[in-house]
C-alpha cells in the first residue's frame, strides 16, 4: 500500500511545542513569527522535514499559516480546511481565522497595534507574498525581519532532507528531448536580454530535463533549484542520486551541483541579469541577489518574468496528451473494477479504509502504477463534507444505509498522472441528498460542453459549473478545477478553473473539472472529470472560429442512481447518454467479466 491510515496530527504536542517557540522567539527578540505550510518550492505537498505547520500545530491540511504572537496563534485556513482544523488543533491554544477573507496584514495589525517584529523564513515565502505582506502592513510600526526558521531551533528530531534517485522520463512520452527544450527557452532568455534564469519550482526542472523522481509524497518530483542560461546550459542543484545511466542522460549541458549550493553560485558570477519569477522565487534570491548588486565591481541585473517554463509545460504535446489518454483509460478500467465490488457490499459491511485499500489494489493492478496521486478520499456521511478529507484509523467511518460516499483518488504511472472523484450512494439516499447531486452534475456536464472564445481564462468560466446550485441558494468552496501535470504534479500551474484563475486557457492544458456541495455534519458530493483544452471546429450555421473546447479524459459511469432525472434538461440526458456510451466503447474490453456485466447495467441510458 502506497497510502497510510496513521493518524498523523498530534494536538497534544500543540501546547508545549508552542510554548517553546514563544521561549526561542523571546530570545531572538520576536515578537511574532509566521509558520507557512510550504517548503522552498512552494508546493503543495512537502517533505516531512519541511512539515513545520502540523509538526507545531495538528493541523495537516495542504495549504494554510499560523502565525504565532505572545498571546495568541492564529491558524488560517481556506474554505476546503474550516472544518478538518476544529479537530486537529487545541483550541485553546490555536485559533482557527477564515483565510483569505481575513488577511494576516489586517490580523496582525490588530494583534499587534502598537507594533512589533515579526520573523519569518525568507526561503518558506516568496518575493511576491513578501511584498504583499509588507504593504499590508504599510502605516504600522509593524517590522518584518529574515531570520532564522525558529520551529528549526526546537525541532530536535527533524528528519533529514530527501535524497531520493532521480529517473529518466522517456522522450516518446514527453515529446520533446530535453536539449530541445534548453535550446528553446535559452533562445527566449537570449531574445528578451536576459541572460539566466532562476528556476525554484521542482515541476518545471523535472519537465524541462525530462527526469523525475520520488523526494515528495505523490509527486514524481525531484526537490531542486536550477540555473537556465541563454545559451541553453543548466545547472542543476539537488541532493538526489543520479547513477550513470541519469548522467548520460543530462549529457555535457547540465550540471550538477548540491542543493545548499545555490546562493553561491549566484554569487560567483559577476555579470549576469538575472530573470526571476515573484510567484515562485524565494524571497532570500532576490534580497541576495540585490546584495550582489550593490557590490562594487558587479554588473547584477535583475529582471521579472514568468517562470519560462510555466507555460510550455502546462501546454501539452501531442505525445503527452496521447500518453496521458491511455493512462487514463488504463486507470478508468481500474476504477470500474472497483466499483463493481463496491456495489456487491452492503452497507454496514466495509469501512472507509476498506474502500481506499480497494481502489489502491485494482490500481496496482494494472501492473503500472508508481504511486498513487494524492491520498485517496474516501468520505463518507459526515466525512464526505470535508472536502479534502484523509481517512485514519481514528476517524475511519462504516458506511451506512443512506450515506452518500465521496471517493477522489488517483494514480501516477509513467505515461500520465488521473485524478477522479465519483459520489456514490450506500443503501437507499435521500431525495435532498439526490436534488443536489443533480445539481452538481448539471455544473459538470455544463462545463464539459463548454465551447469558449480563445483568450478566455478561468475566472470567466468557474461560475458556469455554480450556476445550478446557485439557483438553490448552493455552493463550495473550493475552485471548479486544478491544472494537471503529465506524470508530474496531480495539481499543476497556472490554469486553473477558479475565480482566481487569470492566465487565458490554451490548447494542450489539462484541468480538472469538479463542482460539489458539501453540507457540514450531513454529506458531501463531488463529480470530477481530467479534461484537455482542444481546439473547436466550426459548427453548422456558426460563423465564429477561434473557439476552444474540452476533451473529456476520464471515462468511468457517473452514478444514476442519485440523478433526478426529471431535473435534466434534454440536452443534459444526451450528454450523459453519450458520456456512458464511450464509457462502454473504451472500457468494456479492458475489464473483468463480472465488471463487464456491471459497466453495461451502469451504463444504461438515462
Same mark, same amino acid.
Given at each position: 500500500?502506497?497510502?497510510?491510515?496513521?493518524?498523523?496530527?498530534?494536538?497534544?504536542?500543540?501546547?508545549?511545542?508552542?510554548?517553546?517557540?514563544?521561549?526561542?522567539?523571546?530570545?531572538?527578540?520576536?515578537?511574532?513569527?509566521?509558520?507557512?505550510?510550504?517548503?522552498?518550492?512552494?508546493?503543495? #505537498?512537502? %517533505?516531512?522535514?519541511?512539515?513545520? &505547520?502540523?509538526?507545531?500545530?495538528?493541523?495537516?491540511?495542504?495549504?494554510?499559516?499560523?502565525?504565532?504572537?505572545?498571546?495568541?496563534?492564529?491558524?488560517?485556513?481556506?474554505?476546503? #480546511?474550516?472544518?478538518?482544523? +476544529?479537530? *486537529?488543533?487545541?483550541?485553546?491554544?490555536?485559533?482557527?481565522?477564515?483565510?483569505?477573507?481575513?488577511?494576516?496584514?489586517?490580523?496582525?495589525?490588530?494583534?499587534?497595534?502598537?507594533?512589533?517584529?515579526?520573523?519569518?523564513?525568507?526561503?518558506? #515565502?516568496?518575493?511576491?507574498?513578501?511584498? %504583499?505582506?509588507? !504593504?499590508?502592513?504599510?502605516?504600522?510600526?509593524?517590522?518584518?525581519?529574515?531570520?532564522?526558521? @525558529?520551529?528549526?531551533?526546537?525541532?530536535?528530531?527533524?528528519?533529514?532532507?530527501?535524497?531520493?534517485?532521480?529517473?529518466? *522520463?522517456?522522450?516518446?512520452?514527453?515529446?520533446?528531448?530535453?536539449?530541445?527544450?534548453?535550446?528553446?527557452?535559452?533562445?527566449?532568455?537570449?531574445?528578451?536580454?536576459?541572460?539566466?534564469?532562476?528556476?525554484?519550482?521542482?515541476?518545471?526542472?523535472?519537465?524541462?530535463?525530462?527526469?523525475?523522481?520520488?523526494?515528495?509524497?505523490? !509527486?514524481?518530483?525531484?526537490?531542486?533549484?536550477?540555473?537556465?542560461?541563454?545559451?541553453?546550459?543548466?545547472?542543476?542543484?539537488?541532493?538526489?542520486?543520479?547513477?550513470?545511466?541519469?548522467?548520460?542522460?543530462?549529457?555535457?549541458?547540465?550540471?550538477l551541483r548540491p542543493y545548499g549550493d545555490l546562493l553561491e553560485a549566484l554569487s560567483a558570477a559577476k555579470s549576469v541579469t538575472y530573470q526571476i519569477d515573484p510567484a515562485s522565487t524565494p524571497a532570500i534570491v532576490l534580497s541576495h541577489l540585490e546584495a550582489l548588486a550593490a557590490t562594487p565591481g558587479n554588473d547584477i541585473a535583475t529582471v521579472r518574468g514568468d517562470d519560462p517554463c510555466i507555460l510550455p509545460k502546462a501546454c501539452k504535446t501531442k505525445a503527452e496528451i496521447a500518453a496521458t489518454r491511455a493512462a487514463h483509460l488504463r486507470d478508468?478500467?481500474?476504477?470500474?473494477?472497483?466499483?463493481?465490488?463496491?456495489?456487491?457490499?452492503?452497507?454496514?459491511?466495509?469501512?472507509?479504509?476498506?474502500?481506499?485499500?480497494?481502489?489502491?489494489?485494482?490500481?496496482?493492478?494494472?501492473?503500472?502504477?508508481?504511486?498513487?496521486?494524492?491520498?485517496?478520499?474516501?468520505?463518507?456521511?459526515?466525512? =464526505?463534507?470535508?472536502?479534502?478529507?484523509?481517512?485514519?484509523?481514528?476517524?475511519?467511518?462504516?458506511?451506512?444505509?443512506?450515506?452518500?460516499?465521496?471517493?477522489?483518488?488517483?494514480?501516477?504511472?509513467?505515461?500520465?498522472?488521473?485524478?477522479?472523484?465519483?459520489?456514490?450512494?450506500?443503501?437507499?439516499?435521500?431525495?435532498?441528498?439526490?436534488?443536489?447531486?443533480?445539481?452538481?452534475? @448539471?455544473?459538470?456536464? %455544463?462545463?464539459?460542453?463548454?465551447?469558449?472564445?480563445?483568450?478566455?481564462?478561468?475566472?470567466?468560466?468557474?461560475?458556469?459549473?455554480?450556476?445550478?446550485?446557485?439557483? %438553490?441558494? *448552493?455552493?463550495?468552496?473550493? =475552485?471548479?478545477?486544478?491544472?494537471?501535470?503529465?506524470?508530474?504534479?496531480?495539481?499543476?500551474?497556472?490554469?486553473?478553473?477558479?475565480?482566481?484563475?487569470?492566465?487565458?486557457?490554451?490548447?494542450?492544458?489539462?484541468?480538472?473539472?469538479?463542482?460539489?456541495?458539501?453540507?457540514?455534519?450531513?454529506?458531501?458530493?463531488?463529480?470530477?472529470?481530467? &479534461?484537455?483544452?482542444?481546439?473547436?471546429?466550426?459548427?453548422?450555421?456558426?460563423?465564429?472560429?477561434? +473557439?476552444?473546447?474540452?476533451?473529456? &479524459?476520464?471515462?468511468?459511469?457517473?452514478?444514476?442512481?442519485?440523478?433526478? +432525472?426529471?431535473?435534466?434538461?434534454?440536452?443534459?440526458?444526451?450528454?450523459? !447518454?453519450? #458520456?456512458?456510451?464511450?464509457?462502454?466503447?473504451?472500457?468494456?474490453?479492458?475489464?473483468?467479466? @463480472?465488471?463487464?456485466?456491471?459497466?453495461?447495467?451502469?451504463? @444504461?441510458?438515462?
Open positions: 500500500m502506497f497510502q497510510s491510515f496513521d493518524d498523523t496530527a498530534q494536538p497534544e504536542q500543540g501546547p508545549p511545542r508552542l510554548a517553546a517557540l514563544r521561549a526561542a522567539m523571546a530570545s531572538a527578540g520576536l515578537d511574532g513569527f509566521l509558520v507557512p505550510r510550504a517548503d522552498a518550492h512552494q508546493g503543495e #505537498y512537502v %517533505a516531512a522535514c519541511d512539515d513545520r &505547520l502540523a509538526w507545531l500545530t495538528g493541523f495537516t491540511g495542504s495549504a494554510g499559516f499560523c502565525a504565532v504572537l505572545p498571546d495568541v496563534a492564529g491558524v488560517f485556513v481556506d474554505g476546503r #480546511y474550516r472544518v478538518q482544523v +476544529k479537530t *486537529q488543533v487545541d483550541s485553546k491554544h490555536f485559533t482557527p481565522v477564515d483565510w483569505p477573507e481575513i488577511r494576516l496584514g489586517d490580523w496582525l495589525k490588530q494583534h499587534l497595534p502598537n507594533g512589533g517584529a515579526v520573523g519569518f523564513d525568507p526561503w518558506l #515565502y516568496t518575493v511576491e507574498q513578501l511584498e %504583499a505582506l509588507e !504593504n499590508a502592513l504599510t502605516g504600522s510600526a509593524i517590522t518584518l525581519h529574515a531570520v532564522e526558521n @525558529q520551529i528549526d531551533r526546537i525541532w530536535p528530531d527533524r528528519p533529514a532532507r530527501p535524497r531520493q534517485p532521480m529517473t529518466i *522520463q522517456p522522450d516518446d512520452l514527453t515529446g520533446k528531448s530535453h536539449g530541445e527544450k534548453r535550446q528553446e527557452l535559452g533562445a527566449t532568455l537570449e531574445k528578451s536580454g536576459k541572460r539566466s534564469a532562476v528556476l525554484a519550482l521542482p515541476d518545471s526542472i523535472c519537465w524541462l530535463l525530462n527526469i523525475r523522481g520520488s523526494d515528495i509524497p505523490r !509527486n514524481p518530483i525531484v526537490q531542486a533549484f536550477a540555473l537556465l542560461d541563454w545559451t541553453g546550459e543548466v545547472t542543476l542543484f539537488s541532493d538526489a542520486t543520479a547513477d550513470e545511466a541519469l548522467k548520460a542522460h543530462l549529457g555535457d549541458h547540465v550540471h478508468g478500467a481500474a476504477v470500474c473494477e472497483f466499483l463493481s465490488w463496491f456495489d456487491t457490499q452492503s452497507p454496514g459491511t466495509i469501512t472507509e479504509i476498506d474502500v481506499a485499500t480497494r481502489l489502491e489494489t485494482c490500481r496496482a493492478a494494472t501492473g503500472k502504477l508508481l504511486d498513487i496521486s494524492f491520498d485517496t478520499i474516501a468520505g463518507s456521511g459526515p466525512n =464526505g463534507a470535508l472536502a479534502h478529507y484523509r481517512v485514519t484509523t481514528s476517524s475511519n467511518r462504516t458506511l451506512q444505509n443512506g450515506d452518500l460516499l465521496v471517493l477522489d483518488g488517483g494514480g501516477q504511472y509513467l505515461d500520465g498522472t488521473t485524478d477522479i472523484t465519483r459520489t456514490l450512494p450506500v443503501g437507499d439516499v435521500g431525495a435532498d441528498e439526490r436534488a443536489a447531486f443533480t445539481r452538481v452534475l @448539471q455544473g459538470m456536464i %455544463a462545463v464539459s460542453r463548454l465551447r469558449f472564445p480563445a483568450g478566455l481564462a478561468g475566472r470567466d468560466l468557474d461560475a458556469i459549473a455554480r450556476y445550478p446550485l446557485w439557483l %438553490a441558494d *448552493q455552493d463550495y468552496g473550493h =475552485g471548479t478545477g486544478h491544472g494537471v501535470g503529465v506524470h508530474l504534479c496531480v495539481h499543476e500551474g497556472p490554469q486553473r478553473l477558479s475565480r482566481a484563475g487569470e492566465v487565458a486557457l490554451k490548447p494542450g492544458m489539462i484541468l480538472s473539472n469538479e463542482p460539489g456541495y458539501y453540507r457540514e455534519g450531513a454529506f458531501g458530493i463531488r463529480i470530477e472529470n481530467l &479534461l484537455v483544452v482542444t481546439e473547436a471546429s466550426l459548427l453548422p450555421g456558426g460563423d465564429f472560429t477561434g +473557439k476552444l473546447c474540452f476533451e473529456t &479524459l476520464n471515462f468511468v459511469p457517473i452514478d444514476r442512481r442519485l440523478i433526478d +432525472k426529471d431535473m435534466l434538461t434534454a440536452p443534459e440526458r444526451d450528454w450523459l !447518454n453519450a #458520456y456512458h456510451q464511450a464509457c462502454r466503447d473504451k472500457i468494456e474490453p479492458r475489464l473483468s467479466g @463480472q465488471a463487464r456485466l456491471w459497466l453495461v447495467q451502469a451504463t @444504461q441510458p438515462v
